[in-house]
């Protein structure tokens, strides 16, 4: 299982950006699927995940400001961020859980400028 995900950059403070990802296996019916991120020095830490139900779970310090989707026809999940914070700057790694195995993608760097 491959995740590559893309869309990270250089972003002011307030603005917005869209991180996709795309999985080399179906994004449907998955345990979980989405995304997490690694600032420096702390731990990764859950930003939001579909879960086998579909049901949406988001990051406290996110709920509000960012919005997960997924095109299942073209094995993808979405991850729009809102009013981007400088704490946001992390590194974005997509996630699948199969159910079998976890996976991770390679992480795509957002840097918030304030």
């Known amino acids: 299982v491959q995740l590559q995900a893309s869309g990270g950059g250089l972003v002011q403070a307030g603005r917005s950006l869209r991180l996709r990802c795309v999985a080399s296996?179906?994004?449907?019916?998955?345990?979980?699927l989405g995304w997490y991120r690694q600032a420096p020095g702390k731990q990764r830490e859950l930003v939001a995940i579909?879960?086998?139900?579909?049901?949406?779970r988001y990051g406290d310090s996110v709920k509000g400001r960012f919005t997960i989707s997924r095109d299942n026809g073209k094995n993808e999940v979405y991850l729009q961020m809102y009013s981007l914070k400088s704490e946001d700057t992390a590194v974005y790694y997509c996630?699948?859980?199969?159910?079998?195995?976890?996976?991770w993608g390679q992480g795509t760097l957002v840097t918030v400028s304030s």
């Open positions: 996630y699948l859980d199969d159910g079998l195995n976890d996976y």
């Open positions: 296996v179906s994004t449907f019916g998955n345990r979980a």
């Open positions: 579909f879960r086998s139900d579909g049901s949406a």
